[in-house]
Every structure is written in C-alpha cells, then in structure tokens.
C-alpha cells in the first residue's frame, strides 16, 4: 500500500478527490477492477487484498449501495483521469462568433462585401452576428435595418440558418446565424 499519497488536496490535484485506504469507513465495499475477483467484500478484507497488492484501495462510486472501490496505483489512476478529461476537452467543440457591423443605409458594394465575409465565416463553421448600428437620429430607418439583415440572411440562407431574427436592442438591431452542418 502506498502510503506517500496525501489525503489532502495538493495544488495540481483536482477538486473531486477521492477517499482511499483507510478513510473508506464503511462495513463493506464492492470491489472492482483487474486482478481483483469482483464482489461485495468488508473493508477490512479489501484493504488487506490492496496491501498485498501494493497498491491502493480507491472510493470510485461513494454514492452506490455498497460503496463501489478499485484496487489502483492512486498517482497512476490521477493521472489517467486527467489524460481523460484533457481528451474531452480537446474534443469539445468551440463555437466562433463573428460580428459584421452594418448602417441602416449601406450602400450596395459595402453589402456585398461584407456578404462575402458572412459566407466565409459561415464555412469556416463560425456564427454570425450581424448588426446594425444606429448613430443618433438614424434608428427612425429601423425598417431600413430590418430588411437589410433579412436580406443577408435569405442571401446567406445555403450557408446557414437564422438562430435569432432581428431584434432592436438599444441602439443596435442583431441577428444570429448559425451554420449549417455539413453530413
């Protein structure tokens, strides 16, 4: 049994630590794991099995009836846990927002251009936060707004679908586009 693990919570260790060796103070535990013969055993005998093992007796599942616990090496099963949950991570995806700022009355080549942005960003698999943006006595061409974004988003409609319709906040009028998933 190995008796250099600390029960306490070092700085790299993460935050769900688990009981091991003699703090599992149950009557019995169900044991799991390799070279282990799976069943409900007492502590006592578990503990006995680890140290004949060298190795320690871990509090996988506190919350089952009995307590679920595996005979490991506890710097060795750490460390696989947090190989684990640095894969999902990795794997996890990251959802990019791209803004395209307009004015109630962009001009025709200014709208292209930035229509051209939109269908990049939407291929490269970012959102798209179009917006226009109101400067003083401009938001009475709020309909003027409202179409332009309307129009982006039937133009951009074979790139990706509206996530959130026009909507005036403040001086800004928003709208999302999401892509869409290529199958």
Avoid: W
Avoid at 29 to 38: A, F, I, K, M
Avoid at 54 to 64: F, G, K, Q
């Amino acid at each position: 049994m190995n008796n250099k693990v600390p029960n306490s919570k070092s700085a790299g260790e993460e935050k769900t630590s688990h009981r091991i060796n003699r703090d599992i103070r149950v009557p019995e535990v169900r044991l799991v794991g390799d070279n282990v013969e799976t069943g409900v055993y007492p502590t006592k005998e578990a503990l006995r099995l680890a140290e004949e093992m060298e190795l320690d007796l871990v509090e996988i599942s506190p919350n089952a009836q009995p307590p679920v616990c595996k005979i490991v090496d506890y710097k060795k099963f750490l460390y696989e846990q947090k190989k684990r949950a640095k894969e999902l991570k990795a794997k996890a995806t990251k959802v990019e927002i791209k803004e395209i700022r307009f004015g109630p009355q962009t001009d025709d080549h200014d709208y292209e251009f930035k229509k051209k942005h939109g269908e990049k960003f939407l291929k490269e698999g970012a959102k798209v936060k179009a917006y226009v943006f109101f400067k003083g006595r401009s938001i009475v061409y709020k309909d003027q707004g409202q179409e332009l974004l309307l129009r982006l988003a039937v133009d951009l409609e074979e790139y990706g679908k509206v996530e959130q319709m026009p909507k005036l906040e403040g001086k800004r009028m928003t709208m999302f586009i999401a892509p869409i998933k290529k199958k």
